[in-house]
């Protein structure tokens, strides 16, 4: 693999970390922010899903800038956005401050998780894209298992703890934005956006150093091409896109309603409905995000060998046991299994939805309309999973919390059929192939 490629893709992956670590650190500071503010459970759901609310706004305005700036700068204006969220969370003086500076960390979030992916699909050769897209989710589970680790060795400092999980995000923020002035721009939105053939074809070269001059120009008219047919020329909401539309909005539908980010938003607060003490909990919680990351370097060495379908297969069975053995340890009092359960659960979604979601929306839409499609496939994740946060604290006070494990079960059922009956498979085909295949001309 062309190294320079290996160091933007991981470049741009980078934006993942800091989606993991801001997404999750307020898991271990959700408590003591409900304390220090004595926060009702209706104000503590809005004040915890705020992040979520700007990364829903985020998401839905994502794609417009990285169409109409390009992939660089708004990958770099991403890197400011963390910065700003994580200094003003730490310094907040009351609620208000505090959701205004999360929403701006959710902004960021959101933008990312259409930039990011589809920078690194448009850049990625096509027997490698699944491991380099997938390694955006991978720095999300490693920043999320770095949020864990760091509230638990930060838990015992005092009473401002808090402020310091929320606060130290800001490091890597810089050392992000610092290292994506040396990405250069995706040569597909110079090609396709900007009609700069000179600028796109020197990025080609890049990327395909030992290419011939003739294939780095058959390449630039492939990319031309595909951005000159109908579909790309015209409207996102059109019939011929109806194929791509449709799985991008349900596989992140599905991805929120196995109950992924209520999980690890309140890890602490389930294993404390077992039984555990919090210092246990939470200790627990770092076991969930060690899992994530040991099974997302599964799902990645697996993406472009079985492909994504075939993940999603696995992930589908590993949430409907995993779930519905929680629900039952919940329903019988059989506490114990709960960890062990929810361990699973966590590993199903990392072989499966974690590692094919962001690869797999990155790919289904054409050229042109790849910022539009990721802008959907990411919007559609975000409003679920902030509906989804704002309402777990009551669910689990008004229902027993078998129910509410059952229920996510039941939707996992739906997604196995939905796997069976509709997706397609994209492993190592071209972009502009999977455009032909999906009947978009």
């Not at 934006?15 to 926060?39: C, M, N």
């Not at 956006?193 to 990327?207: S, T």
């Amino acid at each position: 693999m062309n190294g320079r490629i290996l160091l933007w893709s991981i470049t741009s992956a980078l934006a993942g970390f800091l989606f993991g670590f801001d997404t999750v650190v307020i898991s271990g500071a959700e408590q003591s922010i409900q304390a220090h503010w004595g926060l009702g459970a209706g104000v503590h759901g809005i004040v915890m899903a705020s992040a979520l609310y700007g990364t829903v706004l985020g998401s839905l305005i994502g794609g417009w800038p990285t169409d109409r700036f390009g992939r660089k700068p708004t990958l770099l204006f991403i890197g400011i956005l963390y910065i700003v969220g994580a200094v003003g969370s730490a310094l907040a003086n009351d609620p208000v401050v505090f959701i205004a500076a999360r929403v701006i960390g959710g902004l960021g979030i959101g933008i990312s998780t259409v930039a990011a992916p589809l920078y690194i699909s448009e850049i990625a050769p096509p027997k490698y894209r699944g491991r380099l897209a997938g390694m955006f989710q991978f720095n999300i589970v490693f920043g999320i298992l770095m949020a864990f680790l760091s509230n638990a060795l930060l838990a015992g400092i005092g009473e401002n703890a808090w402020r310091w999980m929320l606060g130290v995000a800001a490091f890597p923020s810089l050392a992000y934005a610092a290292l994506c002035l040396g990405l250069p721009e995706s040569p597909r939105w110079l090609l396709g956006k900007k009609n700069d053939r000179e600028a796109g074809m020197k990025v080609l070269r890049l990327i395909e150093p030992q290419a011939s001059e003739a294939q780095i120009t058959s390449d630039a008219d492939a990319i031309l091409a595909a951005s000159s047919q109908k579909v790309s020329k015209g409207r996102f909401w059109t019939r011929q896109l109806r194929t791509p539309i449709v799985l991008a909005f349900l596989i992140a539908f599905f991805n929120q309603l196995s109950g992924i980010n209520a999980i690890l938003y309140f890890a602490p607060r389930i294993f404390e409905l077992t039984g555990l003490a919090a210092k246990a909990a939470l200790l627990q919680s770092v076991g969930i995000g060690v899992t994530n990351l040991i099974f997302t370097f599964v799902g990645l060495w697996l993406i472009d060998r079985l492909g994504r379908r075939t993940l999603l297969f696995i992930g589908s069975f590993g949430y409907i046991g995993s779930l519905g053995l929680t629900a039952w340890a919940f329903f019988t009092n059989h506490y114990s299994i709960v960890p062990v359960c929810i361990f699973a659960f966590i590993a199903a979604h990392a072989v499966g939805q974690g590692a094919v979601i962001w690869v797999f929306i990155s790919e289904i839409f054409p050229n042109r309309h790849r910022a539009e499609g990721q802008t959907l496939g990411s919007s559609t994740h975000w409003i679920f999973a902030a509906l989804l946060t704002t309402f777990f604290p009551k669910m689990v006070s008004a229902f027993p919390p078998g129910y509410v494990f059952l229920f996510f079960a039941a939707m996992m059922v739906l997604q196995l059929i939905w796997v069976i009956v509709m997706v397609p498979e994209t492993k190592g085909v071209p972009l502009e192939q999977i455009q032909k295949r999906l009947a978009i001309q």
